[in-house]
């Protein structure tokens, strides 16, 4: 069964701390991507990667970076964690194109105190 | 650039009783269309997908959607549903040329099962 692990499915930091979020795919997909949800917002694009050491600013990426050193390994960086950012994380991967869809993680909820 | 509009937030429904979940897009060229689901603290979950061909697509859990391009419309439906159906539902879209295109979400429509 293929998946996409997510480290944590629960974390709590405190404000200002450096957090980190994992993501490990086993389907040799090349994109993989960060999401946050939030009630009433949907899911919202942080960055996402095509490639190793490739990156790209989605659409909230302020606050935020990412590492992808190999090809299964996708990782969300707080730099400095506040309040603002307790939110569900969700991390995907796919081929190339997308035309089979995402396979998503099942989540980091994340509070910030 | 595309957009996806969902306009129920929340759609309650009878046990058995027949429910459709609508979805429409905007973009101003070809689409790839998704529907998700997400169950209670889990991840989504790729429902079915519309890449090209017959215009009604069946996924899985008896679920089926139906894309109707002159409508712009994606809307997802199922004759009967389940206490188990109860989840979050998204309706998702990506234009399709080469190289990757950006996926659109919808804001997800709550489906409640009631027994």
């Known amino acids: 069964d293929v998946k996409v692990t997510q480290s944590s499915r629960y974390l709590v930091k405190r404000t200002g701390e450096k957090v980190f979020l994992e993501c490990v795919q086993d389907m040799d997909h090349e ?18 990667s095509y490639d190793v050491k490739m990156k ?11 590492s992808r050193e190999k090809k299964e390994r996708f990782s969300l960086i707080l730099e400095s964690a506040s309040t603002n950012q307790t939110s569900m994380y969700l991390c995907a991967s796919s081929s190339p194109q997308g035309r089979k869809g995402y396979t998503f993680g099942s989540g980091t909820r994340l509070t910030v105190v | 650039a595309q957009s996806v509009t969902q306009l129920d937030s929340q759609v309650p429904v009878f046990e058995e009783a027949p429910v459709e979940l609508r979805c429409n897009y905007s973009s101003s060229v070809s689409v790839y269309l998704f529907w998700y689901v997400q169950y209670p603290n889990q991840g989504l979950q790729l429902l079915l997908k519309y890449l090209s061909g017959s215009t ?22 199922k004759p009967s549903v389940h ?33």
């Not at chain 1, 994109?31 to 996402?48: A, S």
């Not at chain 2, 080469?98 to 409640?112: I, M, S």
């Open chain 1, 31 to 48: 994109n993989m991507f960060w999401y946050r949800q939030d009630p009433g917002l949907g899911l919202r694009l942080i960055y996402f």
């Open chain 2, 56 to 77: 009604l697509v069946k996924g899985i859990n008896g679920f089926e959607a139906e894309f109707n391009k002159s409508q712009t419309s994606f809307h997802l439906r």
């Open chain 2, 83 to 115: 206490i188990s159906d109860t989840a979050e539902y998204f309706c998702a879209v990506s234009p399709f040329s080469g190289g990757y295109q950006k996926v659109t979400f919808g804001t997800g429509t709550k489906l409640q099962v009631i027994p």
């Open chain 1, 56 to 66: 790209e600013k989605g659409d909230i990426p302020e606050g935020y970076s990412v």
